[in-house]
């Protein structure tokens, strides 16, 4: 009989649960949206039980799939686990329940608590961790918004004074609650979506005592620290009751994993609701002088070496094609954004910042905002629906620089996935400015893979690495450079002069994220 392998992807907009076979190929799947909520400007929250309520829904109805399709459910033999990192939840180790919402990695409440744990440091630099934990000091990482959560929610200062507090990254969420939750669910994370929280040493895979320390918080209240690719425990309840549950990985670092850039000097990029390009390092971390991410890559068996990777991150990708849909009305659907942008032959000199949370890496400005530069009488819709392509794409650009300055590697080959990948105007115009071929395999569900090779890797599904090598290579489209040097070159200049002009914009909003004195 057939056997498979399971996938839980939670990502920032959906959920899904994705059941693979041996050769890597997706046999059936079932996907989620859930509620985003915006209390205020630069806030962006999730309800950890809807959360995980998704989760629940998106394996029954797989499961049901499954049944339908004349496949037993029991041929499962173990759960991947990869989820949105840097998101913060906390809850009560007596009741199980949430303290606060899932406070989201791209919310930006935390901007004055980020000033004060800078003034507070001897160093006055936002770089004043990077040492112990690769990362600035910033509104993206887990610690920051424990340390608002802390100032600003007395259920939360309270569950700390009575011990009862629990803090977790998304990953640690679900897998305590599908392992038992309050009824001795496992409390645990692994090192990637640890080394996200700014609380772990990513030299020493542990906890820092001067991080906690600093944030205010001891270790008991966070999860073990484990590795990507082991048998953690068996699935309590449900459908998968008795599965184990055998691989967790951060999403980037299993979209790294699922295409399989095992090698030194490898990169991928996902377009997804942000873009993260991630470059593999090896064994040891190296500290980026460029603004970018030093990360914990993977570690495949809790005796195995981990490895590292370089990261640059940017906070608006897919959520641009969102935002065009949702808030102005310009499109019905993603398909839509491609027929507009192939209308044009050129952005019309109309170039879309999408800096709606700040920008991220290379260039690390929080008081950034997003805006639409070199409007003209003559530019419509068809040039903005390319300057929202394009942007992402400029970004991934001055990534790809900031990577190549770091590791001294010449990189040639980006691996692709994730939504805006689809696009065939997108990646040939990314090949185009990053003056690299890009390369994007058919099947596009490169995270859940990587979080499925994790998991079979640690249950005999697959034997090795060398095995994984041999999924997903059939049919990769590549797009390579074809756009004169000139253009390429002005086009990189004006980019650059509108990220200018984008940062320094602080809005006038309440200052309720502020932390009292």
Not at 141 to 166: D, I
């Amino acid at each position: 009989m057939p056997s498979f392998i399971g996938a839980i992807d939670q990502g920032t907009s959906s959920s899904r649960f994705i059941i693979f076979d041996h050769e890597g190929k997706v046999v059936t799947f079932h996907q989620e949206e859930f509620e985003q909520h915006y209390p205020h400007a630069g806030w962006v929250e999730h309800d950890p039980m809807v959360i995980l309520g998704s989760v629940l829904t998106c394996v029954e109805e797989t499961v049901k799939k499954m049944k339908a399709m004349g496949l037993n459910p029991e041929d499962i033999k173990g759960v991947g686990i990869t989820n949105q990192r840097e998101t913060t939840l906390v809850w009560d180790s007596e009741t199980g329940k949430p303290l606060y919402n899932a406070i989201v990695w791209s919310d930006t409440r935390t901007k004055e608590t980020v000033k004060r744990i800078i003034n507070a440091h001897p160093s006055k630099s936002s770089d004043c961790f990077r040492s112990i934990t690769g990362l600035p000091v910033s509104t993206y990482f887990s610690a920051v918004k424990v340390r608002w959560l802390l100032h600003k929610v007395p259920a939360v200062k309270m569950a700390r004074e009575a011990g009862t507090l629990r803090i977790g990254t998304v990953d640690t969420w679900l897998i305590y609650n599908l392992t038992g939750g309050a009824n001795g669910g496992l409390f645990i994370t692994d090192v990637t979506n640890a080394s996200r929280t700014m609380f772990m040493d990513i030299n020493q895979l542990e906890w820092s005592d001067e991080l906690c320390q600093a944030f205010g918080i001891s270790k008991g209240f966070l999860p073990k620290i484990v590795s990507s690719s082991e048998i953690y425990g068996n699935v309590a309840e449900g459908p998968l009751k008795g599965v184990p549950i055998a691989g967790c990985l951060g999403d980037q670092q299993a979209a790294l994993v699922g295409q399989k850039c095992f090698s030194v000097g490898n990169v991928k990029n996902t377009y997804g609701t942000g873009c993260f390009m991630l470059m593999n390092t090896g064994n040891e971390a190296t500290q980026s002088t460029t603004g970018l991410l030093t990360t914990v890559a993977y570690q495949f068996g809790k005796d195995s070496k981990p490895y590292y990777a370089l990261e640059g991150s940017i906070a608006v990708a897919g959520a641009a094609v969102r935002w065009l849909r949702d808030n102005l009305g310009l499109i019905s659907g993603s398909h839509e954004l491609d027929e507009l942008a192939a209308q044009v032959e050129d952005n019309g000199g109309v170039y879309f910042v999408t800096a709606f949370s700040g920008l991220f890496a290379p260039y690390w400005r929080s008081d950034a905002r997003g805006c639409i530069l070199g409007l003209t009488q003559y530019a419509n819709k068809h040039h903005l629906a390319r300057a929202t392509y394009e942007s992402t794409c400029f970004q991934t650009y001055a990534i790809l620089e900031a990577m190549r300055k770091d590791s001294g590697q010449d990189i040639t080959i980006i691996k692709a996935d994730g939504g805006l990948s689809k696009s065939e105007l997108c990646m040939q115009f990314q090949a185009d400015i990053a003056g690299v071929r890009v390369e994007r395999p058919e099947m596009k569900e490169t995270t859940a893979l990587g979080a499925a090779f994790a998991a079979g890797l640690a249950v005999g599904f697959w034997s090795d690495q060398s095995e994984l090598m041999t999924i997903n290579n059939d049919n990769i489209h590549s797009f390579t450079p074809s756009m004169d040097t000139v253009i390429r070159d002005k086009q990189i200049n004006d980019w650059e002069r509108a990220v200018e002009r984008s940062s320094g914009w602080l809005p006038r909003e309440d200052t309720s994220s502020e932390e009292s004195d």
